[in-house]
């Protein structure tokens, strides 16, 4: 089977079987490599069969900075995440460079599913998100939007909140970070 793609939409961040979600942010440079790169992802993606039915989804949020991507994928366990990187990553990645010279793969956390820490629900889809992260025990706040979703490293030490907006507000909390859903990626089963 091969990989739906769903422009604009995000995934579902409560859906069933999710034990592992991993989140990271890449570096383009400018919008016109940041719509490249979204396009070239989703082209590697469909190209190809599936990997594995442990990954569930695989979504893409573009920066309003013009410059970064956030992907967030959701995974039955780390174990499936490992073994694709073994096993498919290599030659995704390969066919995005091509397309998209020099991007900056900048980091990679992972975190387990989220729990909500506010409404939403999945008629609620949001037109921009906010990402707030911080390391330590406290939790960063999580003002206003349409749904907040708290991730918590399996250590504890690492918090990320999501929060969905209905657009992006002209002011946010402080150290916010603001994204335009561009792709989600399933199975289509």
Do not use: C, K
């Amino acid at each position: 089977m091969h990989a739906v793609a769903h422009p604009h939409a995000r995934p579902d961040l409560y859906r069933p079987g999710v034990g592992a979600v991993l989140v990271s942010t890449w570096r383009v440079g400018t919008p016109e490599r940041q719509r490249a790169a979204v396009e070239a992802v989703r082209r590697a993606w469909e190209g190809r069969e599936w990997p594995d039915p442990g990954l569930l989804s695989y979504s893409v949020y573009a920066g309003a900075d013009g410059d970064t991507l956030l992907h967030y994928s959701q995974w039955t366990g780390e174990e499936v995440y490992e073994h694709f990187v073994r096993t498919h990553r290599d030659g995704r990645n390969a066919e995005i460079d091509a397309a998209v010279p020099g991007i900056e793969r900048v980091v990679l956390h992972r975190y387990a599913p989220p729990r909500p820490a506010g409404a939403t629900g999945p008629d609620a889809l949001p037109g921009a998100v906010s990402v707030v992260e911080s390391e330590g025990e406290g939790e960063p706040e999580s003002v206003g939007g349409i749904g907040a979703h708290v991730h918590r490293s399996a250590d504890g030490a690492r918090v990320l909140v999501l929060t969905e907006w209905e657009d992006v507000p002209p002011a946010g909390p402080a150290g916010t970070r603001w994204y335009t859903p561009a792709l989600s990626l399933d199975a289509g089963v």
